[in-house]
């Protein structure tokens, strides 16, 4: 639960049913699952491999919604 920036509970894995710790509240993966899916767009139903140096792949949409959330 997110409420004004503050996360409540404890940071999870975003593969389902994956109960492993992540080493850091900024990472999306937990280690197990961080070598497969480290690099994939963060964007909800996307598997393509995000830009070096950004969170999304090249999709304009994709990198409009990286911006908007960069501000």
């Given at each position: 639960?997110?409420?004004?920036?503050?996360?409540?509970?404890?940071?999870?894995?975003s593969?389902?049913?994956?109960?492993?710790?992540?080493?850091?509240?900024?990472?999306?993966?937990?280690?197990?699952?961080?070598?497969?899916?480290?690099?994939?767009?963060?964007?909800?139903?996307?598997?393509?491999?995000?830009?070096?140096?950004?969170?999304?792949?090249?999709?304009?949409?994709?990198?409009?919604?990286?911006?908007?959330?960069?501000?």
């Open positions: 639960v997110v409420v004004d920036g503050v996360m409540i509970g404890r940071p999870c894995c593969i389902s049913y994956c109960v492993i710790l992540l080493r850091s509240v900024n990472d999306r993966f937990c280690p197990t699952h961080m070598t497969n899916h480290g690099h994939e767009c963060v964007i909800l139903g996307c598997s393509r491999q995000a830009v070096q140096g950004g969170k999304t792949c090249s999709d304009i949409a994709h990198k409009a919604v990286e911006e908007l959330h960069a501000l």
